[in-house]
């Protein structure tokens, strides 16, 4: 689980929960979260095709997830497999391909086993990175369209209540509730916007980010493997690709290793 995700989300409704108090319960409305709600992801799933619009809360659930991006192991990795083709030649590469476990390295390498060209390797690998990235960006974007559409359809139950006002003024005990109605839909669409779908698509495209980061790591190495790269030459290449706390945790580890 992503703690940061948890902790974001729990501080968010303790603000609202805090901010209105003991009248925290006049702020529930079922009518108003129909309408906010149920409106904004039917606009959400008219823009999109439904392969990504069912896919909507799937995707509000993988920012609570914490996938692992280990670029330290991705490197280490890389740096063995240099030594080992430098060493007895690229075909030796091809009994640790199947322990691999990312798919794209793993093609990469595949590729590089059967003698083809470092360019031709490039462009395959370049275009499975566009797609990955086209496909993540589609799947996102869902949330980005709901976070557009929720104030949207707050500001239509805000519409509603008042119609419905207007057409009650003459009966006073109707003016609460119609006015309730009128001012918390506008509420449900900014709190849909601002904490369920814009900040878990920010962190979805921060992760996207971090995985095209790696892969450029990746193909780096193989076409440094297959250039027949002095190993240390393309480990200094790839450490661009590290994070400051990466690499210093890499440069410990070799200091240790070497001691």
Known sequence: MD???IIGLALAIAA???GAGSEFTTLIDIPSFFITVVGSVGATFIAHPSSNSFKMFNMILEAFKNPKIDNLETLR???SFSE???RDGMISLEEDIPSVKSDFLRDGLRAAVDGTDPEEIKKILEVKMDMYQETEEDKISVLDTWGAMAPAWGMVGTLIGLVLLLDTLSDPTTIGPRMSLAL???LYGALIAYIFALPPA???KKRVDKNINQMRMMLEGILSIVQGENPHLMEEK???FLSEEERRAYEAE???AVL
């Open 254 to 256: 070799k200091g240790e």
């Open 3 to 5: 703690i940061s995700t």
């Open 16 to 18: 609202i929960v805090v």
């Open 184 to 186: 918390i839909t506008t």
């Open 77 to 79: 990795t890389l740096y």
């Open 84 to 86: 080992k083709a430098r």
């Open 238 to 240: 790839l450490k661009a």
């Open 202 to 204: 920010e962190k979805l």
